[in-house]
């Protein structure tokens, strides 16, 4: 049975990563200062975990909570493209100076392997699809630089002290707990509220736009599999994660209109900067060195996430 350390443990990723952790017995800790995590999100096990109500920018809080930890996911960050293109300084503080204490805890501490979220909009706005792990980052926003710079770090920490780090290239990811009712929500968790509650949601852009979405049990996959992959297989490497199909914005929302019964088309609002205009991934690296196939499909992950945004916001 091994100790599992998860950053960002009370976020939308991160709570879910636990829940599977302990479904299998292992030993959980979870760092997380609640900034955008929900403690609610971990209410129901809160007895089952040790949880660090710390801050991943405190590095004496960072190491101890390292200690004794073989594994660990970093889902901590503070997310969204809009938030860092408005407010640059603390997603910096936290995506890419905490993302350095957990990298020193861990070399500290004697952690085996360090599983990091990283994001697919590292590749920006380049010409070239499906995107490839080969090609060339070109980061639109201060938190694609910041997610990308992780990487970096990820893979230097790799090659200069052995320890073994895998980068996750994270597409689009939707489901279950995911913050609906933020100026940053993601877009399926937005619309789903809003179209259940009789508003008439806001496509930023042509609504042409496409997202590899992945849902949150593909996701959940991926991790596992990365913590557990051969070494020679996967340490110092970076592998998208998603599910290798591409769906507009305007097709997500006539979906999601149907699932939810709301009869009214969307509102049209001006490109948003920072913004990564399509996404599309290959999954064959990830496919050939962990074993990942997407579990849960495009349609089947829209059910499942209206279904649990019915049941939590009904009323």
């Excluded at 990723?13 to 292992?26: F, K, N, T």
């Excluded at 949880?51 to 909570?65: F, G, K, N, Y």
């Excluded at 592998?239 to 939810?260: D, M, S």
């Amino acid at each position: 049975m091994a100790n599992y350390l998860i950053t960002g443990g009370a976020g939308f990723i991160g709570s879910h990563l636990v829940q599977a952790l302990l479904d299998r017995g292992d030993q959980v800790r979870v760092l997380d200062n609640f900034e955008t995590g929900l403690r609610k999100n971990l209410e129901p096990i809160l007895d089952r975990i040790d949880l660090h109500e710390v801050s991943l920018t405190d590095a004496d809080a960072v190491l101890r909570a390292c200690e004794g930890i073989d594994f660990i996911f970093h889902e901590g960050a503070l997310p969204s493209v809009p938030r860092s293109v408005k407010e640059p300084r603390p997603s910096h503080a936290i995506n890419i100076d905490g993302t350095f204490h957990l990298l020193e805890g861990a070399r500290q501490s004697g952690a085996r392997r360090v599983v990091y979220a990283a994001s697919s909009s590292a590749y920006g706005n380049q010409p070239g699809f499906p995107r490839v792990e080969t090609m060339a980052p070109q980061p639109l926003s201060p938190y694609a630089v910041q997610k990308l710079t992780g990487e970096l770090y990820m893979q230097a920490y790799h090659r200069v002290y052995g320890l073994e780090t895998v980068c996750l290239r994270y597409f689009n990811i939707f489901g279950a707990r995911q913050v609906p009712d933020s100026p940053y929500s993601g877009v399926m968790a937005r619309f789903a509220l809003m179209m259940m509650r009789g508003e008439r949601p806001t496509i930023f852009g042509d609504g042409e736009q496409g997202r590899d979405f992945t849902h949150i049990d593909n996701v959940v996959l991926a991790n596992l599999l990365a913590v557990e992959a051969p070494a020679e297989k996967v340490a110092g490497r970076v592998f998208n994660i998603a599910c290798g199909e591409r769906h507009t914005l305007n097709q997500t929302y006539a979906l999601l209109a149907t699932l939810t019964g709301f009869p009214h088309p969307p509102l049209y609002g001006p490109a948003r900067d920072g913004d990564v205009r399509d996404s599309l991934a290959d999954i064959t690296a990830a496919r050939e060195a962990l074993g990942y196939a997407p579990q849960v499909g495009f349609e089947e992950g829209l059910r499942r996430t209206v279904a649990w945004y019915r049941d939590e916001f009904a009323g």
